[in-house]
Protein backbone atom coordinates (compact mmCIF):
# COMPACT_ATOMS: atom_id res chain seq x y z
CA UNK A 1 0.00 0.00 0.00
CA UNK A 2 1.48 3.49 -0.72
CA UNK A 3 1.84 5.82 2.09
CA UNK A 4 0.77 9.76 2.00
CA UNK A 5 3.72 12.44 2.60
CA UNK A 6 4.22 13.39 5.79
CA UNK A 7 2.86 16.70 5.06
CA UNK A 8 0.02 15.43 2.87
CA UNK A 9 -0.94 13.05 6.31
CA UNK A 10 -0.77 16.47 8.20
CA UNK A 11 -3.41 18.75 6.07
CA UNK A 12 -5.63 15.39 5.83
CA UNK A 13 -5.84 15.53 9.92
CA UNK A 14 -6.22 19.04 10.23
CA UNK A 15 -8.95 18.60 7.56
CA UNK A 16 -10.54 16.04 9.28
CA UNK A 17 -10.68 17.96 12.56
CA UNK A 18 -12.47 21.20 10.90
CA UNK A 19 -15.12 18.86 9.10
CA UNK A 20 -15.55 16.91 12.63
CA UNK A 21 -15.80 19.41 15.67
CA UNK A 22 -15.66 18.52 19.10
CA UNK A 23 -19.52 17.32 19.63
CA UNK A 24 -19.56 18.67 23.12
CA UNK A 25 -18.98 22.58 22.02
CA UNK A 26 -21.53 25.67 21.40
CA UNK A 27 -19.03 27.50 21.15
CA UNK A 28 -15.72 29.19 22.24
CA UNK A 29 -17.62 29.76 25.68
CA UNK A 30 -19.47 26.75 26.14
CA UNK A 31 -18.48 23.16 25.86
CA UNK A 32 -21.23 21.01 27.56
CA UNK A 33 -19.09 18.67 29.38
CA UNK A 34 -18.84 21.45 32.50
CA UNK A 35 -22.38 20.10 32.72
CA UNK A 36 -21.82 16.71 32.45
CA UNK A 37 -23.48 16.97 28.68
CA UNK A 38 -21.99 15.45 25.46
CA UNK A 39 -24.63 15.60 23.19
CA UNK A 40 -24.98 19.15 21.14
CA UNK A 41 -28.11 18.29 19.32
CA UNK A 42 -30.38 17.74 22.60
CA UNK A 43 -29.22 20.84 23.67
CA UNK A 44 -29.87 22.69 19.99
CA UNK A 45 -33.04 20.88 20.45
CA UNK A 46 -33.95 22.37 23.71
CA UNK A 47 -32.91 26.18 22.94
CA UNK A 48 -35.43 25.66 19.19
CA UNK A 49 -38.23 24.96 21.72
CA UNK A 50 -37.74 27.95 23.60
CA UNK A 51 -37.47 30.17 21.28
CA UNK A 52 -40.29 29.29 19.35
CA UNK A 53 -42.08 29.28 22.85
CA UNK A 54 -40.91 32.75 24.03
CA UNK A 55 -41.67 34.51 20.65
CA UNK A 56 -45.10 33.02 20.88
CA UNK A 57 -45.70 33.54 24.26
CA UNK A 58 -46.58 29.93 25.03
CA UNK A 59 -47.35 29.38 28.36
CA UNK A 60 -48.15 25.61 28.06
CA UNK A 61 -44.96 25.42 25.59
CA UNK A 62 -43.06 26.45 28.61
CA UNK A 63 -44.06 24.22 31.27
CA UNK A 64 -42.08 21.55 29.81
CA UNK A 65 -38.74 23.91 29.58
CA UNK A 66 -38.34 24.59 33.09
CA UNK A 67 -37.52 22.63 36.45
CA UNK A 68 -39.92 22.52 39.36
CA UNK A 69 -39.49 24.81 41.77
CA UNK A 70 -38.29 27.22 39.25
CA UNK A 71 -36.95 30.54 41.14
CA UNK A 72 -37.12 33.87 40.16
CA UNK A 73 -35.06 37.06 41.42
CA UNK A 74 -36.92 40.12 40.36
CA UNK A 75 -36.83 44.13 41.81
CA UNK A 76 -39.17 42.79 44.97
CA UNK A 77 -36.73 40.01 46.21
CA UNK A 78 -36.99 36.25 45.32
CA UNK A 79 -39.61 33.34 44.84
CA UNK A 80 -40.35 29.88 43.64
CA UNK A 81 -42.70 28.43 41.45
CA UNK A 82 -43.80 25.00 42.32
CA UNK A 83 -45.98 23.89 39.54
CA UNK A 84 -47.41 24.41 36.15
CA UNK A 85 -50.52 26.23 37.16
CA UNK A 86 -48.86 28.74 38.85
CA UNK A 87 -46.04 29.26 35.84
CA UNK A 88 -49.08 29.52 33.70
CA UNK A 89 -50.97 32.32 35.98
CA UNK A 90 -47.53 33.91 36.08
CA UNK A 91 -46.16 33.85 32.81
CA UNK A 92 -46.41 37.41 31.99
CA UNK A 93 -44.25 38.38 35.19
CA UNK A 94 -41.84 35.75 35.35
CA UNK A 95 -41.28 36.02 31.44
CA UNK A 96 -41.53 39.65 30.56
CA UNK A 97 -39.84 41.59 27.58
CA UNK A 98 -36.36 41.79 28.83
CA UNK A 99 -36.45 37.96 29.75
CA UNK A 100 -37.98 36.84 26.56
CA UNK A 101 -36.02 39.48 24.41
CA UNK A 102 -32.63 38.18 25.95
CA UNK A 103 -33.56 34.55 25.26
CA UNK A 104 -34.84 35.45 21.59
CA UNK A 105 -31.40 38.07 20.74
CA UNK A 106 -28.80 35.09 22.42
CA UNK A 107 -26.15 33.83 19.62
CA UNK A 108 -26.28 30.12 20.15
CA UNK A 109 -22.24 30.10 19.30
CA UNK A 110 -21.89 32.81 21.91
CA UNK A 111 -23.59 31.50 24.99
CA UNK A 112 -21.95 30.78 28.28
CA UNK A 113 -21.49 27.97 30.55
CA UNK A 114 -19.66 26.38 33.51
CA UNK A 115 -20.43 23.61 35.76
CA UNK A 116 -23.04 26.32 37.30
CA UNK A 117 -25.12 26.17 34.03
CA UNK A 118 -26.53 27.83 30.78
CA UNK A 119 -26.14 31.42 30.59
CA UNK A 120 -28.69 33.30 28.12
CA UNK A 121 -28.63 37.28 28.10
CA UNK A 122 -26.00 37.54 30.47
CA UNK A 123 -27.15 35.63 33.20
CA UNK A 124 -30.82 36.64 32.76
CA UNK A 125 -31.66 33.43 32.81
CA UNK A 126 -29.79 29.98 33.81
CA UNK A 127 -30.24 26.32 31.91
CA UNK A 128 -29.19 23.05 33.19
CA UNK A 129 -29.26 19.49 32.56
CA UNK A 130 -31.52 17.70 34.51
CA UNK A 131 -31.84 14.02 34.38
CA UNK A 132 -31.93 13.63 30.59
CA UNK A 133 -33.69 16.99 29.80
CA UNK A 134 -32.08 20.70 29.59
CA UNK A 135 -34.50 22.82 31.48
CA UNK A 136 -34.47 26.45 33.24
CA UNK A 137 -33.75 26.59 36.66
CA UNK A 138 -33.68 30.25 37.20
CA UNK A 139 -34.43 33.59 35.84
CA UNK A 140 -32.97 36.91 37.10
CA UNK A 141 -35.10 39.61 35.84
CA UNK A 142 -34.93 43.15 37.23
CA UNK A 143 -37.99 44.93 34.89
CA UNK A 144 -38.59 46.62 32.33
CA UNK A 145 -37.42 49.84 33.31
CA UNK A 146 -34.37 50.99 35.95
CA UNK A 147 -35.38 51.62 39.99
CA UNK A 148 -34.78 54.98 41.07
CA UNK A 149 -33.21 54.48 44.36
CA UNK A 150 -33.93 51.26 44.82
CA UNK A 151 -31.34 49.46 47.18
CA UNK A 152 -29.09 46.50 46.04
CA UNK A 153 -26.72 45.82 48.32
CA UNK A 154 -25.81 47.07 51.50
CA UNK A 155 -22.77 45.04 53.91
CA UNK A 156 -20.34 46.70 56.17
CA UNK A 157 -16.50 45.71 57.13
CA UNK A 158 -14.68 46.16 59.74
CA UNK A 159 -13.21 50.08 57.80
CA UNK A 160 -16.53 50.89 55.84
CA UNK A 161 -20.11 51.00 54.82
CA UNK A 162 -20.83 49.72 51.20
CA UNK A 163 -24.14 50.85 49.50
CA UNK A 164 -24.69 49.14 45.76
CA UNK A 165 -28.18 50.93 44.55
CA UNK A 166 -29.70 52.83 41.38
CA UNK A 167 -29.95 56.41 40.86
CA UNK A 168 -32.16 57.47 37.71
CA UNK A 169 -29.77 55.51 35.61
CA UNK A 170 -29.93 51.80 34.78
CA UNK A 171 -26.33 51.09 35.90
CA UNK A 172 -25.90 50.79 39.54
CA UNK A 173 -23.96 52.76 41.67
CA UNK A 174 -21.57 52.18 44.08
CA UNK A 175 -20.98 54.35 47.75
CA UNK A 176 -18.84 54.00 50.71
CA UNK A 177 -18.32 56.11 54.44
CA UNK A 178 -15.25 55.07 56.22
CA UNK A 179 -16.00 54.78 60.02
CA UNK A 180 -17.49 56.56 62.17
CA UNK A 181 -18.39 58.75 59.24
CA UNK A 182 -22.40 59.08 59.51
CA UNK A 183 -24.23 57.96 56.48
CA UNK A 184 -25.84 61.31 56.05
CA UNK A 185 -22.68 62.67 55.29
CA UNK A 186 -20.88 62.77 51.59
CA UNK A 187 -19.82 59.72 51.15
CA UNK A 188 -15.70 59.07 50.79
CA UNK A 189 -15.98 57.30 47.53
CA UNK A 190 -19.05 57.35 44.84
CA UNK A 191 -18.88 55.90 41.28
CA UNK A 192 -21.74 56.37 39.28
CA UNK A 193 -22.03 53.61 36.89
CA UNK A 194 -21.19 49.68 37.03
CA UNK A 195 -22.11 46.37 35.61
CA UNK A 196 -24.20 43.91 37.04
CA UNK A 197 -23.71 39.99 36.65
CA UNK A 198 -25.53 37.31 37.52
CA UNK A 199 -23.83 33.95 38.53
CA UNK A 200 -25.01 30.76 39.49
CA UNK A 201 -28.33 28.66 39.47
CA UNK A 202 -31.42 27.55 41.97
CA UNK A 203 -30.71 28.01 45.42
CA UNK A 204 -27.01 29.32 44.16
CA UNK A 205 -28.10 32.29 42.22
CA UNK A 206 -26.56 35.44 43.05
CA UNK A 207 -25.67 38.87 42.11
CA UNK A 208 -22.23 40.65 41.72
CA UNK A 209 -21.55 43.95 40.35
CA UNK A 210 -18.43 45.60 39.82
CA UNK A 211 -16.97 48.99 39.38
CA UNK A 212 -13.76 50.89 38.14
CA UNK A 213 -12.20 53.84 39.45
CA UNK A 214 -9.07 54.43 37.68
CA UNK A 215 -7.26 51.45 37.99
CA UNK A 216 -8.97 49.81 40.87
CA UNK A 217 -11.64 47.60 40.51
CA UNK A 218 -14.21 46.76 43.20
CA UNK A 219 -16.71 43.74 43.11
CA UNK A 220 -19.44 43.19 45.47
CA UNK A 221 -20.82 40.05 45.73
CA UNK A 222 -24.13 38.40 47.29
CA UNK A 223 -23.85 35.02 49.13
CA UNK A 224 -23.74 31.69 46.86
CA UNK A 225 -22.73 28.53 47.30
CA UNK A 226 -19.47 27.86 49.48
CA UNK A 227 -17.65 24.34 49.94
CA UNK A 228 -16.71 23.24 53.26
CA UNK A 229 -13.67 24.63 53.48
CA UNK A 230 -14.97 27.98 52.69
CA UNK A 231 -17.63 28.28 54.64
CA UNK A 232 -19.10 32.28 55.11
CA UNK A 233 -18.81 33.01 58.77
CA UNK A 234 -22.30 33.48 60.69
CA UNK A 235 -24.29 36.77 59.83
CA UNK A 236 -22.09 37.35 56.45
CA UNK A 237 -23.75 38.98 53.81
CA UNK A 238 -21.63 38.50 51.20
CA UNK A 239 -17.48 40.04 50.07
CA UNK A 240 -16.00 42.54 48.75
CA UNK A 241 -12.93 42.42 46.55
CA UNK A 242 -10.53 44.99 45.60
CA UNK A 243 -7.93 44.79 42.97
CA UNK A 244 -5.28 47.56 41.81
CA UNK A 245 -4.06 47.30 38.09
CA UNK A 246 -2.79 43.26 37.91
CA UNK A 247 -2.46 42.96 41.39
CA UNK A 248 -4.09 39.60 43.07
CA UNK A 249 -7.83 41.15 44.46
CA UNK A 250 -8.08 40.82 48.28
CA UNK A 251 -11.39 39.79 49.34
CA UNK A 252 -12.69 40.34 52.50
CA UNK A 253 -16.12 39.43 54.31
CA UNK A 254 -18.87 41.98 54.50
CA UNK A 255 -22.15 41.91 56.95
Known amino acids: MKRLPLQFAVIFLINVTTAFPESSRLGESCDLRAIGATDVKTFLEFDRDLRSAMSKQDAVAVVFLVKHPLRINDDHGSFYLNDAASLQSRFQEVFPPRVRTAILKQPVDALFCNSSGIMYGNGVVWVNLTGKRYAIETINSLGSSPATGKIQFVCETDKERIVVDTWNIAE ?64 ARGTLGISISDNPQTTTWCF
Open 172 to 235: PRYRTWKKPRALTDKPDLEIQKGDQHFEGTGSCAHSTWTFMSGATRFIAEELGCFGDSNTPPEG
